[in-house]
């Protein structure tokens, strides 16, 4: 079956830790997301990339990286630098370049900071 | 000023209500429109597009009005298992960025 996986479901890290968390998709798409969620807010873009080896901040990319190396995979490393990294985090992908295509979200990791 | 505003809720409606929810949205070069649905504790999955001459998927009715630049969504006949949060989102071709409103919370009571 064709998706996305994200791994873990649940991260607990004491805080100054960097953590990354995994975004793996065999839908075979060039776009790729990061999002934070907080409870009772709307998604917040971190980071997205439309290509391998080429990605762009979105609006909080402060205190995370990315890398895309591989089209499959798209890991978010949440940095010490990051003032309140617990929430939960989702990774999409969709087909670039044509914004009627929807995206497809994995079932998220939650993090937790301590 | 947020690219997509929702009203938030909560919606509690009974069930075999019809509620209708709205989304309104700033940038005029927006292309692309969708509902999505949240569980709670779940990602986000996609409801339906939304067609500039609307479309319709069973109980559930799609409207958008680009010269007032929102977005609508009817549920019909509500049932228990509508209860979720519902997604407005709006994608800007430029860049590809998809932007996202709060929700609205539906709870359909027995």
């Known amino acids: 079956d064709g998706g996305i996986t994200q791994s873990p479901k649940y991260l607990f890290r004491k805080e100054g830790q960097n953590v990354t968390l995994s975004c793996e998709q065999n839908l075979n798409h060039d776009a790729m997301y990061w999002y934070r969620q907080d409870p009772g807010q709307g998604l917040r873009l971190i980071y997205y990339?439309?290509?391998?080896?080429?990605?762009q901040k979105g609006d909080i990319a402060e205190g995370y990286s990315v890398s895309r190396e591989k089209k499959e995979s798209f890991p978010l490393t949440v940095t010490s630098a990051q003032k309140n990294p617990t929430a939960f985090y989702l990774c999409?992908?969709?087909?670039?370049?044509?914004?009627?295509?929807?995206?497809?979200f994995g079932p998220g990791t939650r993090l937790t900071v301590t | 000023r947020k690219e997509v505003e929702q009203d938030p809720g909560p919606f509690n409606v009974p069930e075999g209500a019809t509620v209708a929810f709205n989304c309104t949205y700033s940038n005029s070069a927006s292309q692309s429109f969708f509902w999505y649905r949240q569980d709670c504790r779940k990602e986000p999955k996609l409801l339906m597009s939304v067609y500039s001459s609307g479309n319709e998927d069973g109980r559930f009715t799609a409207q958008l009005n680009r010269a007032s630049q929102y977005i609508s969504l009817l549920i019909r006949d509500s049932k228990l298992s509508d209860s979720a949060t519902y997604l407005c989102v709006v994608n800007i071709d430029t860049g590809n960025q998809f932007y996202f409103g709060t929700g609205t919370s539906l709870t359909v009571i027995p």
């Open positions: 990339s439309q290509i391998v080896n080429d990605f």
């Open positions: 999409a992908s969709s087909i670039p370049g044509s914004g009627s295509y929807e995206q497809y």
